[in-house]
């Protein structure tokens, strides 16, 4: 069993819905959650991390941490094609200098 | 934010030459860098992760008299593979992180090795 499964997709959404992006994760000594967006051939920029279990906002994003279900999510509101790319999650089970481990990605694409 | 650059973005090279890709953090001094391995529609892989000063440890299953790393400030590592051969044609992407209780990972553009 990977330690992180990610559905990779593809999902494709009209512009204006609601994503919801999901990983499921073997090792219960993570702590530290992250979602990566990576654009075409480029690396991935941090979208959000959180610390343990519950819910974070920032903007028309929201992660969410189940770590009694080892489930996190990503939920997208009014989703833009700008939006479109790679989603990939990320846990450590310490903080900064320790390495992550990737799930496989999730393609986007809000469609106009 | 903090910014990573690699050099070179994309690089073709011929079977059995060495390449080296070069991974610089510009405006903060990195403790710690990783490098990752991507493949199409895969996933980032950790192949090593590099401290200033020490030698790299790799992960598992990565040669390391193959992809040998050089750490020799705080705002350079570099990655060469050595004697290329075509399946290790693969986008390699470093990040780097401060040291402290949470400190984000930066990662870089990634470069693209092709290899004939």
Known sequence: QKEVEQDPGP??????????????YSNSAFQYFMWYRQYSRKGPELLMYTYSSGNKEDGRFTA???????YISLFIRDSQPSDSATYL???SEDSGN????????????VIA | GAVVSQHPSRVICKSG???????RSLDFQ????????????????LMATSNEGSKATYEQGVEKDKFLI?????TLSTLTVTSAHPEDSSFYICSAALSGPWSEQ????????TVT
């Open chain 1, 11 to 24: 999902l494709s959404v009209p512009e204006g819905a609601i994503v919801s992006l999901n990983c499921t």
């Open chain 2, 70 to 74: 050089n750490h020799a400030s705080l």
């Open chain 1, 98 to 109: 320790t390495p992550l481990v990737f799930g496989k990605g999730t393609r986007l694409s």
């Open chain 2, 17 to 23: 030459t060495s390449v080296k890709i070069e991974c």
């Open chain 2, 106 to 113: 930066y990662f870089g553009p990634g470069t693209r090795l």
């Open chain 2, 30 to 45: 990195a403790t710690t860098m990783f490098w990752y391995r991507q493949f199409p529609k895969q996933s980032l892989m």
């Open chain 1, 89 to 91: 999650c990320a846990m």
């Open chain 1, 64 to 70: 969410q941490v189940d770590k009694s279900s080892k």
